[in-house]
Protein backbone atom coordinates (compact mmCIF):
# COMPACT_ATOMS: atom_id res chain seq x y z
CA UNK A 1 0.00 0.00 0.00
CA UNK A 2 1.89 3.08 -1.26
CA UNK A 3 -0.48 5.71 -0.64
CA UNK A 4 -0.06 8.72 -2.68
CA UNK A 5 2.67 8.23 -5.41
CA UNK A 6 4.19 11.68 -7.51
CA UNK A 7 6.54 11.21 -9.98
CA UNK A 8 8.95 13.21 -10.46
CA UNK A 9 10.72 13.73 -7.36
CA UNK A 10 12.90 16.52 -8.74
CA UNK A 11 12.83 18.25 -12.46
CA UNK A 12 14.48 21.59 -14.30
CA UNK A 13 12.90 22.40 -17.14
CA UNK A 14 13.76 25.20 -19.70
CA UNK A 15 11.37 27.89 -19.77
CA UNK A 16 8.54 27.43 -23.27
CA UNK A 17 9.41 23.44 -22.09
CA UNK A 18 6.27 21.39 -21.43
CA UNK A 19 5.95 18.40 -18.90
CA UNK A 20 3.69 16.47 -17.56
CA UNK A 21 3.45 15.57 -12.99
CA UNK A 22 2.22 11.98 -12.23
CA UNK A 23 0.26 11.70 -8.85
CA UNK A 24 -0.83 8.18 -8.45
CA UNK A 25 -3.30 6.79 -5.05
CA UNK A 26 -3.94 3.12 -3.84
CA UNK A 27 -6.43 3.93 -1.65
CA UNK A 28 -9.30 4.05 -4.06
CA UNK A 29 -10.16 7.99 -3.47
CA UNK A 30 -12.56 9.98 -5.23
CA UNK A 31 -10.93 13.38 -4.88
CA UNK A 32 -7.66 14.37 -5.68
CA UNK A 33 -5.92 17.72 -5.87
CA UNK A 34 -2.82 19.50 -6.83
CA UNK A 35 -1.51 22.20 -5.44
CA UNK A 36 1.88 24.27 -5.04
CA UNK A 37 3.71 25.88 -2.33
CA UNK A 38 5.71 28.51 -2.72
CA UNK A 39 8.21 30.42 0.52
CA UNK A 40 6.40 31.67 2.68
CA UNK A 41 3.42 30.58 1.46
CA UNK A 42 0.61 27.99 2.59
CA UNK A 43 -0.47 25.45 -0.19
CA UNK A 44 -2.48 26.88 -3.08
CA UNK A 45 -5.02 24.55 -4.47
CA UNK A 46 -4.19 24.82 -8.69
CA UNK A 47 -7.08 21.96 -10.17
CA UNK A 48 -9.07 19.69 -7.99
CA UNK A 49 -10.85 16.23 -9.44
CA UNK A 50 -14.00 14.92 -7.45
CA UNK A 51 -13.92 11.63 -9.89
CA UNK A 52 -12.85 9.84 -12.72
CA UNK A 53 -13.31 11.94 -15.84
CA UNK A 54 -14.08 15.38 -13.89
CA UNK A 55 -11.74 18.37 -13.02
CA UNK A 56 -12.50 22.20 -11.72
CA UNK A 57 -10.38 25.04 -11.75
CA UNK A 58 -8.67 25.61 -8.31
CA UNK A 59 -7.41 28.95 -6.94
CA UNK A 60 -4.61 29.46 -9.28
CA UNK A 61 -5.11 27.29 -12.67
CA UNK A 62 -3.74 29.45 -14.99
CA UNK A 63 -0.92 27.93 -17.45
CA UNK A 64 -1.78 24.28 -15.90
CA UNK A 65 -4.26 21.66 -17.37
CA UNK A 66 -5.56 18.49 -15.59
CA UNK A 67 -6.85 14.75 -16.71
CA UNK A 68 -8.23 12.01 -14.68
CA UNK A 69 -8.83 9.19 -16.93
CA UNK A 70 -8.33 6.47 -14.61
CA UNK A 71 -9.56 7.15 -10.92
CA UNK A 72 -6.24 6.20 -9.33
CA UNK A 73 -3.98 9.00 -11.52
CA UNK A 74 -4.39 12.57 -11.99
CA UNK A 75 -2.15 14.35 -14.22
CA UNK A 76 -1.02 17.49 -14.38
CA UNK A 77 0.22 19.25 -17.51
CA UNK A 78 2.35 22.83 -18.10
CA UNK A 79 2.02 23.18 -21.85
CA UNK A 80 4.46 26.01 -21.60
CA UNK A 81 6.43 26.55 -18.63
CA UNK A 82 7.47 29.67 -17.31
CA UNK A 83 9.46 30.80 -14.19
CA UNK A 84 6.98 31.82 -12.25
CA UNK A 85 5.91 28.06 -11.88
CA UNK A 86 9.37 27.49 -10.33
CA UNK A 87 7.45 25.50 -6.65
CA UNK A 88 6.95 22.57 -5.20
CA UNK A 89 3.90 20.80 -5.90
CA UNK A 90 1.95 18.58 -3.95
CA UNK A 91 -0.71 15.82 -4.89
CA UNK A 92 -3.34 14.74 -2.29
CA UNK A 93 -6.41 12.61 -2.35
CA UNK A 94 -9.07 11.10 0.02
CA UNK A 95 -12.47 9.66 0.22
CA UNK A 96 -15.86 11.07 -0.97
CA UNK A 97 -18.73 11.61 0.70
CA UNK A 98 -17.48 13.61 4.36
CA UNK A 99 -15.13 15.95 5.43
CA UNK A 100 -11.61 14.03 6.65
CA UNK A 101 -8.03 13.72 5.93
CA UNK A 102 -6.34 14.30 2.77
CA UNK A 103 -3.27 12.37 1.83
CA UNK A 104 -0.67 13.59 -0.04
CA UNK A 105 2.16 12.75 -1.91
CA UNK A 106 5.90 13.55 -1.45
CA UNK A 107 5.83 16.26 -3.13
CA UNK A 108 7.53 17.41 -6.68
CA UNK A 109 10.11 20.22 -6.88
CA UNK A 110 10.03 22.15 -9.99
CA UNK A 111 12.18 24.35 -11.23
CA UNK A 112 12.13 26.59 -14.25
CA UNK A 113 15.26 28.52 -15.79
CA UNK B 1 -13.64 34.15 -1.34
CA UNK B 2 -12.18 32.70 1.62
CA UNK B 3 -9.24 34.07 2.92
CA UNK B 4 -7.01 32.39 6.22
CA UNK B 5 -4.67 34.88 7.99
CA UNK B 6 -1.99 32.83 10.21
CA UNK B 7 -0.25 34.75 13.02
CA UNK B 8 2.43 34.46 14.23
CA UNK B 9 5.16 33.74 10.84
CA UNK B 10 7.82 32.48 13.40
CA UNK B 11 7.30 31.34 16.91
CA UNK B 12 10.41 30.24 19.41
CA UNK B 13 9.28 28.53 22.87
CA UNK B 14 11.40 27.06 25.21
CA UNK B 15 10.93 22.90 25.36
CA UNK B 16 8.35 22.20 27.60
CA UNK B 17 6.10 25.36 27.49
CA UNK B 18 2.94 25.92 25.62
CA UNK B 19 2.64 27.22 22.13
CA UNK B 20 -0.40 28.94 20.63
CA UNK B 21 -0.97 29.62 16.73
CA UNK B 22 -3.64 31.53 15.87
CA UNK B 23 -5.87 32.02 12.27
CA UNK B 24 -8.46 33.53 11.68
CA UNK B 25 -10.90 33.12 8.25
CA UNK B 26 -13.52 35.77 6.28
CA UNK B 27 -16.15 33.29 5.47
CA UNK B 28 -18.54 32.44 7.79
CA UNK B 29 -19.88 29.28 5.88
CA UNK B 30 -16.05 27.93 6.08
CA UNK B 31 -17.09 24.43 8.37
CA UNK B 32 -13.84 22.72 8.37
CA UNK B 33 -10.63 23.90 9.87
CA UNK B 34 -7.53 21.16 9.53
CA UNK B 35 -4.18 21.75 11.09
CA UNK B 36 -1.13 19.97 9.19
CA UNK B 37 2.26 20.14 9.85
CA UNK B 38 5.51 20.22 7.66
CA UNK B 39 8.93 18.88 8.60
CA UNK B 40 11.58 20.17 6.26
CA UNK B 41 11.19 18.75 2.91
CA UNK B 42 8.44 16.21 3.38
CA UNK B 43 4.88 16.84 2.80
CA UNK B 44 1.81 18.13 4.65
CA UNK B 45 0.68 15.75 7.50
CA UNK B 46 -2.71 16.58 9.72
CA UNK B 47 -2.28 16.54 13.23
CA UNK B 48 -5.50 17.60 14.48
CA UNK B 49 -9.24 18.75 12.63
CA UNK B 50 -12.41 21.10 14.18
CA UNK B 51 -15.71 21.20 12.26
CA UNK B 52 -17.33 24.29 13.07
CA UNK B 53 -20.29 22.35 15.78
CA UNK B 54 -17.51 21.71 18.04
CA UNK B 55 -15.85 24.61 20.16
CA UNK B 56 -12.43 22.75 21.24
CA UNK B 57 -10.83 19.32 20.62
CA UNK B 58 -8.30 17.80 22.66
CA UNK B 59 -5.89 14.71 21.31
CA UNK B 60 -3.01 13.92 23.71
CA UNK B 61 -0.34 17.48 24.00
CA UNK B 62 -2.47 19.23 20.59
CA UNK B 63 -5.78 21.57 20.93
CA UNK B 64 -7.73 23.04 19.22
CA UNK B 65 -10.38 25.83 19.61
CA UNK B 66 -12.76 27.85 17.70
CA UNK B 67 -14.95 30.86 18.35
CA UNK B 68 -17.40 30.98 14.78
CA UNK B 69 -18.58 34.41 16.12
CA UNK B 70 -14.89 35.98 16.22
CA UNK B 71 -14.18 33.70 13.13
CA UNK B 72 -10.97 32.51 14.68
CA UNK B 73 -9.47 29.10 15.53
CA UNK B 74 -5.83 28.41 17.12
CA UNK B 75 -3.59 25.36 17.64
CA UNK B 76 -2.33 24.77 21.43
CA UNK B 77 0.36 22.52 21.27
CA UNK B 78 1.45 21.84 25.43
CA UNK B 79 4.73 20.52 26.54
CA UNK B 80 6.51 20.91 23.57
CA UNK B 81 9.31 18.91 22.85
CA UNK B 82 12.10 19.42 20.26
CA UNK B 83 10.50 16.74 17.53
CA UNK B 84 7.85 19.85 17.48
CA UNK B 85 9.52 21.65 15.45
CA UNK B 86 8.24 22.29 12.56
CA UNK B 87 6.18 24.28 10.21
CA UNK B 88 2.46 24.50 11.17
CA UNK B 89 -0.31 25.24 8.96
CA UNK B 90 -4.04 25.75 9.44
CA UNK B 91 -6.65 25.88 6.62
CA UNK B 92 -10.78 26.63 6.01
CA UNK B 93 -12.84 25.30 4.38
CA UNK B 94 -16.84 24.74 3.23
CA UNK B 95 -18.55 22.13 0.94
CA UNK B 96 -18.15 18.81 0.17
CA UNK B 97 -15.83 19.77 -2.68
CA UNK B 98 -12.80 20.41 0.28
CA UNK B 99 -10.92 23.66 -1.06
CA UNK B 100 -8.55 24.10 1.66
CA UNK B 101 -7.59 27.83 1.44
CA UNK B 102 -4.44 27.32 3.82
CA UNK B 103 -2.86 30.26 5.78
CA UNK B 104 0.78 31.12 5.03
CA UNK B 105 2.34 28.88 8.16
CA UNK B 106 4.31 28.95 11.37
CA UNK B 107 7.62 27.83 12.10
CA UNK B 108 7.98 26.53 15.38
CA UNK B 109 11.15 26.56 16.90
CA UNK B 110 11.37 24.54 20.50
CA UNK B 111 14.77 25.61 21.75
CA UNK B 112 16.79 23.21 24.31
Redesign the interface.
Known sequence: NAGVTQTPKFRVLKTGQSMTLLCAQDMNHE?M?WYRQDP??????IH?S?GEGTT?K??VPDGYNVSRLKKQNFLLGLESAAPSQTSVY?CAS?Y??R?T??F????TRLTVV | ?EN?E?HP?TLSVQEGDSAVIKCTYSDSAS??F?WYKQELG?????II?I?SNVGEKKDQRIAVTLNKTAKHFSLHITETQPEDSAVY?C?A?KG??????????TKLIIKP
Do not use: C, T
Open positions: YYGMGLRLYVAGEFREGVEAFGQG | GVQSNYPKRPQLDRFASSNYQLIWGAG
